[in-house]
C-alpha cells in the first residue's frame, strides 16, 4: 500500500449534527472504521451510541456528549463490540455509565484482544492506537429482550439481534423514528460480512436478512448506517437485496458444483457488475459474503425474551 493509497487515520471528527428533534450524529466523514456516532440528548440524561477507536476518540465524543447534554448523566451504548464501534469505552470509565448486552460483554472476553492482532496486521499503522485501548467492564448487563431507557422527553430502545453481522447486533431505536443500525445496515458500499475462519465466523447471513425484515417493519423515518451517509428504510431494502442476491447466487453455484473459493471471486465480480456505484470498506467482503452464503444451512432462529426498563 503507497502513502498516496493508505486510508486516513480513523479519527472522529466534526460537530454533531442535529438529525430529529433531540438526535445528534457525529457523521463517519466516509473514513474507514470510524463509525456514525449517535447523542441523544434528554432532559434527564444523555445517551452515546458508538465511541470510535481508542481513548482519544471516545474522550472526543464524550466531550460533545456532555456540552450537548449539559453535563447531565451520560450512557454509552454499543452497535457491537468491535475495534471501530466499541473500543474507546475506557474514555467512558467513572464517567458515564456503560451499557452492554450479555453477548456483547462476552464478545469482548471472547475477541478484543484477537481483533487486536488483526487490525494490527491489516493496519500496522494503527498499532500504537490498538495496543493502546483498555477493555473496560460494564456498568449495566441486560440478558434478553429490549432495554428501554428513558432519557426524559426522549426514549431509546436497545435492542439485541446478533448473531447477524456479528454474535452481538444491537440497533437502538430512538422514538420510534430514528433506527442506530450499526453495521447491520451501511450505505454507498457492499455489506461488511466477516466470515473469517477459524478466527470469526459467527456471521449467520441467513439471520441478517430475517433480522432486515424485522427492521422493516419498525418503519423508521430516518436510518443511521454503522458507516456511510444517513439515510431512510430503503436503505435497509438495498442490504436485504444484496445479501439475498449473494445467497441465491451462492446456494445455485454450490448446487452446480463450484467450489467456497470459486463461487466468492465469481460473486465477487457479478456483485460488482450488478452496484457499481458502491465501495468496499473491507478488501474482499463481497467474496466473503459468497463464502458464508456458500457454508450457510438452514437455520431455525428462536426469537423473543423478556423487557426491561431503566429510567
Same mark, same amino acid.
Given at each position: 500500500m503507497?502513502?498516496e ?23 463517519d466523514?466516509h473514513v474507514p ?9 434528554g ?8 465511541t ?7 474522550a472526543?465524543?464524550?466531550?460533545h ?9 451520560v450512557?454509552? +451504548? ?5 475495534p ?15 451499557v452492554?448486552?450479555?453477548s456483547?460483554v462476552?464478545?469482548m ?14 493496519r500496522p ?13 460494564p456498568d ?7 432495554l ?29 423514528h430514528?433506527?442506530?443500525?450499526g453495521?447491520l445496515?451501511?450505505?454507498g ?7 473469517f ?22 418503519q423508521p ?7 456511510g451517509?444517513?439515510s431512510d428504510?430503503?436503505?435497509? +431494502?438495498?442490504?436485504r ?8 447466487? +451462492?446456494s445455485?453455484l454450490?448446487a452446480?458444483?463450484?467450489s467456497?473459493?470459486d ?5 465477487e ?9 458502491w465501495?468496499?470498506?473491507?478488501h474482499?467482503?463481497?467474496?466473503f459474503?459468497?463464502r458464508?452464503?456458500y457454508? +450457510?444451512?438452514?437455520?431455525g ?5 423478556s423487557?426491561?426498563?431503566m429510567?
Amino acid at each position: 500500500m503507497t502513502a498516496e493509497s493508505a486510508p486516513p487515520p480513523p479519527v472522529v471528527r466534526g460537530e454533531p449534527l442535529l438529525v430529529s428533534d433531540g438526535v445528534y450524529v457525529i457523521p463517519d466523514n466516509h473514513v474507514p472504521i470510524v463509525p456514525n456516532v449517535g447523542i441523544v440528548v434528554g432532559t434527564r440524561a444523555t445517551l452515546v451510541i458508538d465511541t470510535g477507536l481508542g481513548q482519544d476518540n471516545g474522550a472526543y465524543v464524550l466531550e460533545h456528549a456532555r456540552r450537548l447534554g449539559s453535563r447531565r448523566t451520560v450512557y454509552v +451504548a454499543t452497535t457491537h463490540v468491535d475495534p471501530g464501534h466499541g473500543f474507546g469505552m475506557a474514555a467512558f470509565k467513572k464517567k458515564a455509565r456503560i451499557v452492554f448486552h450479555r453477548s456483547q460483554v462476552e464478545e469482548m472476553h471472547r475477541l478484543g484482544h484477537g481483533y487486536i492482532d488483526t487490525f494490527s496486521r491489516l493496519r500496522p499503522e494503527l498499532t500504537p492506537m490498538l495496543r493502546s485501548v483498555e477493555f473496560v467492564e460494564p456498568d449495566i448487563v441486560f440478558c434478553d429482550g429490549d432495554l428501554e431507557v428513558d432519557l426524559g422527553g426522549h426514549g431509546a430502545v436497545l435492542r439485541h439481534y446478533g448473531p447477524a453481522h456479528a454474535a452481538d447486533d444491537q440497533v437502538v431505536l430512538v422514538d420510534d423514528h430514528v433506527l442506530f443500525a450499526g453495521d447491520l445496515v451501511l450505505t454507498g458500499q457492499f455489506p461488511i460480512v466477516p466470515y473469517f475462519p477459524p478466527f470469526e465466523a459467527d456471521v449467520d447471513a441467513n439471520h441478517w436478512i430475517d433480522v432486515l425484515d424485522e427492521l422493516t417493519s419498525l418503519q423508521p423515518a430516518i436510518v443511521v448506517p454503522g458507516h456511510g451517509d444517513l439515510s431512510d428504510i430503503g436503505a435497509i +431494502a438495498e442490504v436485504r437485496d444484496f445479501l439475498t442476491y449473494v445467497r441465491g447466487m +451462492a446456494s445455485q453455484l454450490r448446487a452446480n458444483g463450484a467450489s467456497s473459493d470459486d463461487a466468492g471471486a465469481s460473486i465477487e465480480a457479478a456483485a460488482r457488475a450488478r452496484w457499481p456505484s458502491w465501495g468496499a470498506s473491507l478488501h474482499g467482503s463481497i467474496g466473503f459474503a459468497g463464502r458464508a452464503f456458500y457454508a +450457510a444451512s438452514t437455520t431455525g432462529v428462536v426469537t423473543g425474551g423478556s423487557k426491561h426498563e431503566m429510567a
